[in-house]
């Protein structure tokens, strides 16, 4: 006899759509600012980004495997975009050993310490990133120049972030009219042709990874448009009251890391809310911290903390936020 | 803009391989099983004995109280035994099995029934005879029709909804049943609103159904109490709470009934049974089935009588094709996978899917990635993966609190997680052990 | 310097005094008078919190039996009869005893006597499969093999062998029935445990008639009633095509194991018999007829 009738439950049909899927769906929309980073950066983009996914990959294999001796999970593609967003967030000449350690500590660490894909409270880029930048301050924040412009910045070896000038401009009582004059134009900014993280600073490309990733319904419009609504919401405010002190909104939106935060970061399914309110709240929550740590805290760039604090608060969120059940009445508004 | 419900749903391949073939008559079986247990609620009490004869429509069980249905011989015979048959439910189920008499005429008779317009019969008449004659919800559900026409003098009942959603991929049976006999259909439509006094009704079709929609539309032109709404392709649109969300907006309550809105909500293969019951005295003994299968050249629909076993659909369609590895009744959505093809064809089935190697197997369940991909569709705005969590851990009031009772079980859930989880296979088990704690507690 | 020390040393003891006061009050504030009769009781108790008592651990146990003033329908089942005796000897009231028992799996439809007609997939749990059909094989009455009594089971006294079936481990089973209830068939049963773990049970639960029982499984009962006659006890009754041997009146002389065609009819324990000759088979048959009364007479004496 052939092989018996299957029984299961329904259904018995399913979207193809698998967690693969998803996964090398994030991967093709960073394509573009890959480009970019190596089109920018030379080399030393592509060294970067190869180590740092190497690195991931090697490390969630060698850890399963022969650590915690459960199934290995590589092949997900899931350690594949740790690798190149960590890359994205990092300093194109930061040393190798660097880069590794990272790595490092956002597999082993902030995800399979947690239980591996799915369980992990904090994107573990985004932890490799922050651990780098409070373990090594100083060579997390000197930037490369960009290949073509370097000449016409005042360091030949290193140059600040947009908002690092803002920010240093602002600290020597410099107003905004002076510092412009030094900033990149906004066809840079958009272009990436400035100083910045490996794959931060083209918010075009970035964008059309994006619209990419919306189109294929891996991330939905809520955390992106609403970061990046509420981000611009307040630093309009600030700009309409004092455009001496505080940068313009287009500023902030194209520079640092808000649009790949947006985008990819703050997306990422599994450190994001469940639900659409959820989503909305958590994004407005990544807005306003990212506004105030750049505007009023010591750093300059405050997306990839943002995340980080309102990753801690998903859990809250989705125990809070849920939808609406079908056929529940309609709460009256609190008087 | 077509309507639709709100929140949730998915649009799964609509594969409805069989909607230009038309409705053919199967042979008379030779035997039919009739299982007592056709419909939700008590399963009807057996009033033949083993060697009886019986004609064509007699009642061979009778309801078991009022949640419950008659169940009529579907040929003329004899009752051979009294037996226990896996039926739909995958368990052995009390039987009626009747060898057909191949001499009698009443068998070979193709029934021929003209259009009769006119509705002579009485508003108590017309319930009665829909009780009498085993009619139950053929969408699927199989609800005795008769305890959801039996209307409280405190529910005001003002719209009529007629089910041609159809919203299960491959099935073509209601579908082709609207284009077959539409006139027959705004007939049992105004059969129904005599006997309730309501005033408004109208058809639900999907928009893959432009056919039907201008036939029933047509044949509605006359009466402007009926109306024809094309939806938008959505499932799980043929759910009565969607389907009243989607055509009038109004919200059935947590735990309620159409009712309790004002509506009354019928499959279009009920509202042509209530027409043959009412115009022509026909008991319920055949339906309308899809046979279909990616895989079958000749899938076709059929009239069925109940009974038959579907062993004899699958000869009639050539036989298994090589590499099934699935049969299911009904739909790929919400239907039951069988164990074997000698499962009769009850008032339920709607169709039978046969699914080759490729696609029967489902695939290993991975981590939960919290895409959340399970709420969005949800249509009860249900939070499939918490429940799953919560019934695999055994916290069953927490997912009584959860509101899982709601779940309509349309399978959405499981039918887009990208991680492949089981989620309405626990949600199911959730339920069971939810209801039987509710019980217990009454 | 001196200050320095001082002023931390000040601060210290004086957030030591602070918090004392604070706990003081607490404690006193909030004290909950509690039966120390409970403690007492749950000391005894095995603490396995196993709930085969009906209450949710051993702790709520004590609570109730303290509360209680009839605990005669009480009984920790892990602890036995000689636990409960000590928890008299606390409260001063009267127990139940009750005759040890064990679990027994009554299914013996492995993967080879009982082909496999259809695969399940889905979540491997019995209770779920349950909900969608009657299981792999055409028997919708025998073990669904997916080993939700094993998962519950916390003393890891069963395991699934190789032939897809559930196993008892008699030395570990402390009859606490958690088992029992997690078979959604009904397969395991508890029934009494003598010394040497002697046992004759059927191990079928197959309703069916003969002919499609057996189709289904080598070993199923098939309802023939060989048993029933034979047993010189009565202990046998046949019901729906099923033989069920009644554990008070059985005499564990297992005539009924010899003449059951499907071997269908389990005896553990029991010395392996000698082959053939009718003589010795008699003694034999003697020899556990005596040693069954003396286990009977045992038995009625600890009663």
């Known amino acids: 006899m052939a092989d018996p009738i299957i029984i299961s439950a329904s259904p018995h049909v399913h979207s193809n759509k698998s967690t693969k899927n998803l996964m090398y769906d994030v991967l093709y929309a960073l394509i573009p600012a890959f480009l970019v980073s190596i089109y920018v950066f030379g080399v030393s983009a592509l060294v970067l980004t190869s180590v740092a996914v190497a690195s991931c990959v090697l490390f969630e294999y060698v850890i399963q495997k022969y650590l915690l001796k459960t199934t290995v999970t590589v092949s997900d593609g899931s350690a594949l975009i740790t690798g190149i967003l960590l890359a994205f967030n990092l300093p194109s000449n930061l040393p190798i050993w660097m880069i590794i350690l990272g790595s490092l500590v956002a597999i082993g660490v902030a995800k399979l310490s947690f239980g591996g894909l799915g369980y992990n409270i904090f994107n573990p880029a985004l932890v490799g990133r922050v651990f780098l930048l409070i373990s090594f301050p100083v060579q997390m924040t000197s930037w490369p120049t960009a290949v073509e412009n370097n000449t016409t910045l005042v360091d030949a070896v290193t140059s600040e972030t947009t908002l690092g000038i803002i920010k240093e401009g602002l600290m020597y009582g410099d107003t905004m009219t002076t510092i412009s004059e030094k900033l990149p134009s906004t066809i840079d900014l958009l272009l990436g042709i400035t100083g910045g993280s490996a794959g931060e600073m083209s918010a075009l490309a970035l964008i059309l990874g994006g619209i990419f990733l919306l189109a294929r319904k891996v991330i939905t419009w809520h955390i992106p448009i609403t970061i990046l609504v509420t981000m611009t919401v307040m630093t309009g405010i600030f700009w309409l009251i004092n455009p001496e002190q505080y940068a313009n909104p287009l500023i902030h939106l194209l520079s640092g890391g808000a649009i790949l935060g947006a985008f990819y970061m703050a997306t990422d399914l599994v450190t994001s809310p469940m639900t659409k309110k959820g989503m909305i709240v958590f994004a407005i929550g990544i807005g306003v911290i990212t506004v105030v740590i750049r505007l009023f805290g010591a750093y300059p760039e405050g997306v990839s903390f943002a995340i980080l604090i309102m990753n801690a608060f998903v859990p809250l969120i989705n125990k809070y936020f849920k939808p609406r059940r079908f056929g529940s009445p309609i709460k009256s508004k609190i008087v | 803009m077509l309507k639709t419900f709100p929140k949730g749903g998915v649009h799964p391949e609509e594969n409805k391989l069989t909607s230009s073939k038309a409705i053919k008559r199967m042979p008379v079986p030779k035997v039919v099983y009739v299982p007592i247990a056709q419909h939700i609620g008590i399963p009807a009490e057996i009033i033949v004995n083993q060697k009886d004869k019986v004609q064509k429509g007699q009642v061979v069980a009778k309801s078991g109280g009022f949640v419950s249905s008659n169940i009529h011989s579907p040929v003329a015979g004899t009752v051979t035994k009294l037996d226990m048959i896996v039926d739909t439910s995958g368990y052995k189920k009390q039987c009626i099995v009747i060898r057909t008499d191949e001499k009698d005429e009443s068998n070979q008779e193709i029934p021929e029934f003209p259009l009769k317009k006119e509705i002579t019969m009485e508003q108590k008449d017309i319930l009665q005879h829909i009780s009498d004659s085993g009619i139950v919800g053929l969408g699927g559900a199989t609800f005795p029709s008769h305890v959801k026409l039996d209307l409280k003098n405190d529910n005001k009942v003002d719209y009529l909804i007629i089910n041609g959603v159809e919203c299960e991929p491959y099935l073509t049976a209601d579908h082709r049943l609207m284009l077959e006999k539409a006139e027959e259909i705004i007939v049992g439509i105004q059969i129904l609103m005599k006997a309730l006094h309501i005033n408004k009704a109208v058809i639900g079709i999907e928009n893959n159904k432009r056919d039907a929609i201008e036939v029933l539309k047509k044949a509605a032109a006359d009466d402007d109490r009926i109306q024809v709404a094309a939806l938008q392709v959505k499932y799980p649109q043929g759910s009565e709470k969607q389907l009243i969300k989607a055509i009038i907006g109004r919200e059935v309550p947590k735990g309620g009934l159409p009712m309790d809105v004002g509506v009354i909500v019928h499959n279009v293969g009920t509202i042509f049974a209530i027409y043959q019951a009412v115009q022509y005295d026909q008991p319920l003994t055949e339906r309308v089935v899809t046979v279909t299968g990616k895989n079958l050249e000749k899938a076709s629909n059929f009239w069925v009588k109940i009974g038959t076993p579907i062993k004899d659909l699958v000869e009639e369609v050539g036989g298994l094709p090589e590499g099934t590895r699935k049969i299911v009744n009904g739909g790929p959505m919400m239907g039951k996978a069988i164990k074997n093809t000698d499962v009769p064809v009850t008032k339920g089935t709607s169709g039978i899917l046969v699914i080759s190697e490729d696609e029967a197997s489902r695939q290993e369940p991975e981590n939960c990635i919290r895409c959340g991909k399970c709420v969005f569709v949800c249509p009860m705005g249900l939070e499939p993966h918490l429940l799953m969590n919560l019934t695999e851990k055994g916290m069953y009031e927490r997912a009584a609190s959860e509101d899982v009772m709601t779940c309509i079980e349309c399978g959405s859930c499981s039918y887009v997680c990208p991680s492949h989880r089981p989620l309405l296979d626990y949600i199911r088990f959730g339920k069971s052990i939810v209801k039987k704690l509710n019980t217990a507690k009454n | ?303």
């Open chain 3, 1 to 303: 310097m001196i200050y320095s020390v001082l002023y931390s040393a000040i601060l210290l003891s004086s957030i030591g005094v602070v918090a004392a006061v604070v706990l003081f009050i607490v404690s006193k504030k909030f004290y909950v008078y509690e039966n120390p009769k409970i403690s007492e009781v749950e000391d005894v108790l095995p603490s396995a919190n196993c709930g085969g008592c009906g209450s949710p651990g051993c702790r709520a146990f004590a609570e109730r039996l303290v509360g209680s003033e009839d605990i005669s329908e009480l009984f920790c089942p892990v602890g036995g009869n000689d636990v409960m005796k000590q928890v008299a000897d606390i409260l001063g009231k009267e127990v139940a005893e009750k005759d040890p028992t064990v679990a027994v799996v009554r299914c013996q439809g492995g993967c080879e006597v009982r082909p496999k007609t259809t695969e399940y997939q889905g979540p491997k749990s019995c209770a779920i499969s349950a909900l969608i059909y009657s299981g792999e094989t055409d028997c919708q009455f025998g073990c669904l093999g997916d080993g939700d009594c094993v998962n519950v089971c916390q003393f890891d006294a069963m395991y699934m062998d190789d032939n897809g079936l559930p196993v008892v481990i008699t030395d570990k089973c402390t009859s606490c029935g958690a088992c029992v209830d997690a078979c959604p068939r009904n397969i395991i049963e508890m029934r009494p445990r003598n010394k040497r773990d002697l046992k004759v049970f059927v191990g079928c639960l197959n309703e069916d008639k003969g002919g499609i029982a057996r189709k289904a499984c080598n070993v199923a009962c098939i309802g023939c009633s060989k048993c029933e006659d034979v047993c010189p006890k009565d202990a046998i009754s046949m019901n729906n095509n099923l033989a069920y041997i009644d554990a008070e009146l059985c005499t564990l002389c297992r005539k009924c194991v010899d003449v059951c065609p499907t071997h269908s009819i389990i005896e553990t324990n029991f010395p392996p018999k000698k082959v053939k000759t009718p003589k010795p088979e008699e003694e034999t048959v003697a020899v556990v007829k005596t040693e069954a009364k003396v286990e009977s007479v045992n038995n009625e004496t600890n009663a």
